[in-house]
Structure formats: C-alpha cells, structure tokens
C-alpha cells in the first residue's frame, strides 16, 4: 500500500477491466514520472470523454452526434447490419475493410450469472430496427466465447420470424474462447467473407 494520492490512482486504475494489481501500480508510476504535459491531455481526454460522447441513437455506437458516422454515411449500405457486442468490435470489423454495411452494438452479451439478460442489451432496439428499415441481412458478429455464443443463438431464435431476412454467422477460424477485437484483421475479414446463414 502506498500513501494518499498514489494508492487513490492505483485503485482506480485497478477498477478498470483488463487492468489487474501489477498493471495499475506500473501504469500509476509511469504518469507519476511522465512529462506534465503528457498527463494533462490524458486528464483532458478523460474529462471531455463523459460530456462530449453519447451513443448512436440508431446503432448504439459511440458517438459525437446523435447519430454517429457510420449511420450518417449514405454510402454504406443500409440493408446489411453486423450486430456486436461492444463498440470495440465496430473497430476491429472497421479495420478489416471487408464490411460496408451498418451496424448494431447491443451493448455486451447475455451472462445470465452476471445477471445480464435480453433486457439489459439493446435487442429491443434491434427488432425494433429490422421492423422499421429495410434490412434484409442480419450478420451476427458476437465474440466467439461462451456468452457471444449464447447470445448469437438467441438471437438467431428472435429473429426467425422476420420474413425475408438472411441470418448469418462470422465463419469459424476465429481462435475460440477470445474477443473480436483480439482476431488479426485477415482472420476476422475472412471469418466476414466466409460467413454462413444461420
Ligand atoms: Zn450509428
């Protein structure tokens, strides 16, 4: 335990996922000894990013607008959307530059021990979405893990009824047990090509 200030940093960076006891404290130390100026755009980042980013009103992404960029460009097709569970993975399908469509963040995954249902994610918005736009595929791009899994196989059940529109599935070759975003972008764009219906 260290005193005052520094422990206050070290316990909050701890809070942060991915972010464990060792890495808290070495990121702690490096802004202690880092060039002032260095550490006061990080604080300037991390106080305008609670007031100037809301979500997508339409996909859920993050976003400047109440619509964000990718929904505001007419040039991507509307009629295809890639539902995934965080905006991290817009990221990693973006970089792949296989996919011009639009997508869907519902905002995690269903975790039923983590108490996180259908409700707690944005399939409602989803429906409503399909329902109202003319969309005639839905590409399911969870995370190949468990609750991805689980997620994408309720959703192909909610969303059989529509008529007219193709589910389909990223293909397998995603290394099993991970996240989108850790996928190279040659994997994850061949997993996009090779997607299958569902
Ligand atoms: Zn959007």
Same mark, same amino acid.
């Given at each position: 335990?260290?005193? =005052?200030? /520094? ?8 809070? +942060? ?21 260095? /550490? ?6 991390? =106080? ?7 979500? !997508? ?10 619509? !964000?960029?990718? !929904? ?7 009629? /295809?959307? !890639? ?32 108490? %996180? ?5 944005? %399939? ?6 399909? =329902?109202?736009? $003319? ?7 969870? $995370? ?25 599935? +990223? ?20 997993? +996009? ?6």
């Amino acid at each position: 335990m260290y005193e =005052g200030p /520094v422990q206050d940093l070290i316990d909050e960076l701890g809070r +942060l996922p991915g972010v464990g006891p060792k890495s808290a404290q070495r990121i702690a130390f490096h802004l202690l000894a880092a060039d002032p100026a260095d /550490v006061g755009r990080l604080q300037d980042a991390l =106080g305008r990013v609670k007031e100037g980013v809301v979500f !997508c009103e339409i996909c859920g992404n993050v976003s400047e607008q109440t619509q !964000c960029r990718i !929904c505001r460009d007419l040039r991507r097709d509307a009629t /295809v959307v !890639c539902v995934v569970e965080e905006p991290k993975d817009v990221l990693a399908v973006e970089r792949t530059r296989e996919f011009k469509g639009r997508y869907h963040v519902l905002g995690g995954a269903l975790d039923p021990l983590a108490g %996180i249902g259908p409700d707690q994610l944005r %399939i409602r918005e989803l429906m409503a979405r399909i =329902g109202a736009q $003319d969309i005639t595929e839905i590409i399911l791009a969870t $995370d190949p893990n468990t609750e991805g899994e689980a997620t994408a196989t309720y959703l192909v059940r909610m969303l059989r009824d529509f008529p007219g529109l193709t589910v389909t599935r +990223l293909a397998s070759g995603l290394p099993m047990g991970g996240d989108l975003e850790f996928a190279d972008e040659l994997t994850l764009g061949r997993a +996009l090509s090779g997607r299958r219906t569902v």
